[in-house]
């Protein structure tokens, strides 16, 4: 699935009423588009993903994507990742949030923090492995 803006977003929901029951999760990524992209791959392909700027969330689209997780950076330019978790639990979000903590030096901090102001919360760190690059020897 693209990136859609609030204003697109009925038809998004209209289209969704048709997919099949057996498909995978849905997975709401609140950020910035193009950086979120690149966790696309990440996910199983049957995986429903949807992507949305903070700044175009509101709890009526939250509701009606449904989705099982949520994902965000834990800083971007527009938001960071507590608010986020205060929006998602003045909206009795009930799934799970988890932020990606790429190269944070300390993400437990954040993790804690974030745990004991939001503590109904399914909240944890994701820490995406660091590519590898294996030069042969000769």
């Known amino acids: 699935m693209g990136t859609v803006r609030q204003t697109a977003f009925g038809e998004f929901v209209a289209s969704r009423h048709g997919t099949q029951p ?3 999760g849905m997975i709401l990524m609140v950020g910035e588009p193009q950086r979120m992209q690149t966790l696309k791959k990440h996910f199983p392909e049957r995986t429903g993903v949807f992507f949305i700027e903070f700044g175009d ?8 994507i449904c989705p099982d997780s949520v ?4 800083i971007s330019s527009q938001f960071d990742c507590l608010d986020l978790a205060e929006f998602l639990s003045a909206a009795r979000y009930k799934g799970a949030y988890r ?3 790429r190269g944070l030096p ?4 954040i993790r ?3 745990r004991s102001f939001y503590p109904e919360l399914d909240f944890d760190m994701l820490q995406p492995e660091p590519v590898r690059v294996l030069a042969s020897l000769h």
């Open 22 to 24: 057996d498909a995978g």
């Open 57 to 64: 969330l509101t709890p009526e689209i939250l509701h009606s």
């Open 99 to 101: 932020v990606v903590a």
């Open 71 to 74: 994902i965000s950076p834990a």
């Open 106 to 109: 300390r993400p437990e901090i």
């Open 112 to 114: 804690n923090e974030l």
